[in-house]
């Protein structure tokens, strides 16, 4: 049976009627709380267009008062701006993301709210993982499940809210949250940084962030308030070039890459591995527009050049192109003249302009956290150097069962190896008396 199409008319009555629904929702004991938070905010006008807040690479995992941790997301960022009948979701360079995740709009048009919302759109596979290279090849729901996690909100029926705490923000968005949606919030937990981050790479995640729990939104702006802790080497790079080994049946044997550096763009490396045939040609088909007579590193490198891990190269051609297409790779270690060791391609990233993309560099944790009354790393952990026990240790003993549970369904199900801790409570929705 073709279900009927509703006329204009129609759906219009229909967003009406459930923004009756909640303006009676905010006369339940949650709608009174939402509504205390939202007189903190100051009214605002609705937009269309704002600059996501950025977070800073820190080396170590850290416990202190004050900070709260959360899933790093393998996907794609994602800022949702929804007033109405209007819809609209939108990469981190502004890119319309509307007809490539339309299940993700679709479900944002179901929410029927008035709001600005950040997040991660994830690609989930069979047994729960996320999946960044399903993500950049999904066409349909045949590819696997889409699940779009919401960290933050930055306005809400015409009220500004980036000026409350992450705590406040966070109830707000959590007592506004679709029931059995693919649109769920990324929660945050209380817990240990450092078993928090051994959880993460125990299950395959792509790292933890950690936020102070009283920082404001700050679009644009890349803090200290924010901090992601990588669960492996990761880094984002500029295609530069490609080779084909002589007598290779592939259609191509490596990429070359690079990254941008005061205006230069310097090699970092080649690629040989982490891509099928299929997904090489359908990259072939980016690449032919792109092509060029020279190189476009600042520094020409040598495609047949012997190393003390290659010391009999394949007699390869090199193909070059215009450095505008980015892809992540993940890495063993980074050399001292700047080259990664091992890399492997993990896929296409369309949301990033490759201008943009630099080289990420660690700064250390205690340099970060100078100013904090006590931080505690994995390495002054293990030597007993800390003078205190921090809260998060304090709690370390409340409700581990309920916490592996939630985490493990904020996961897809997928089992904890380590025990975590508990996370932040939620404004919990009620039932009208």
Request: glycine share 6%.
């Amino acid at each position: 049976m073709v279900k009927k199409q509703k006329t204009p008319v129609e759906k219009r009555i229909t967003l009406v009627e459930k923004r009756i629904t909640l303006v009676e929702k905010q006369k339940t004991p949650v709608g009174s709380k939402l509504s205390t938070l939202l007189k903190k905010g100051s009214k605002q006008q609705f937009y269309t267009s704002v600059k996501p807040m950025l977070a800073s690479l820190v080396d170590k995992p850290f416990d202190a008062d004050g900070w709260v941790y959360e899933v790093k997301w393998d996907g794609y960022r994602a800022v949702a701006f929804l007033k109405d009948d209007q819809i609209e979701l939108k990469s981190r360079n502004n890119k319309s993301l509307n007809v490539k995740f339309y299940s993700i709009s679709k479900a944002l048009a179901e929410w029927s709210v008035n709001a600005i919302v950040d997040g991660e759109i994830v690609a989930v596979d069979e047994d729960g993982s996320a999946n960044f290279s399903a993500l950049q090849n999904w066409r349909s729901e045949a590819d696997g499940e889409l699940v779009y996690y919401l960290f933050d909100i930055l306005w809400y029926d015409g009220i500004d809210v980036k000026g409350l705490p992450l705590t406040e923000r966070k109830e707000i968005l959590n007592s506004i949250i679709p029931e059995d949606s693919i649109i769920r919030v990324s929660n945050d937990f209380q817990t240990s940084g450092i078993e928090f981050l051994e959880v993460a790479r125990k299950m395959g995640l792509e790292g933890i962030m950690a936020k102070r729990d009283s920082s404001i939104y700050q679009p644009g702006n890349r803090n200290r308030d924010w901090l992601k802790i990588k669960a492996n080497f990761r880094q984002e790079v500029v295609i530069g070039g490609y080779t084909l080994n002589e007598g290779s049946r592939k259609p191509f044997s490596s990429l070359l890459v690079g990254v941008f550096e005061k205006g230069k763009y310097i090699y970092t490396g080649h690629i040989g591995t982490g891509f099928s045939t299929k997904t090489q040609r359908d990259m072939l088909e980016q690449f032919n527009p792109l092509i060029i007579d020279k190189s476009p590193f600042d520094e020409k490198p040598d495609v047949n050049k012997p190393s003390r891990f290659r010391p009999n190269p394949p007699n390869a051609t090199a193909t070059w192109l215009k450095p505008e297409l980015v892809c992540e790779v993940s890495f063993t270690e980074m050399t001292n003249d700047g080259v990664m060791r091992h890399p492997s391609f993990k896929g296409m990233r369309s949301d990033k302009l490759a201008k943009e993309v630099v080289l990420e560099t660690e700064t250390e944790t205690t340099e970060v956290l100078k100013n904090e009354s006590e931080v505690i790393t994995a390495d002054n952990k293990a030597s007993g150097k800390s003078k205190k026990q921090s809260k998060q240790e304090i709690h370390k003993e409340l409700s581990e069962q309920e916490i592996h549970k939630e985490l493990s369904e904020q996961t897809e199900g997928k089992e904890l190896p380590v025990k975590i801790l508990k996370p932040r409570g939620k404004l919990k929705k009620k039932n009208p008396a």
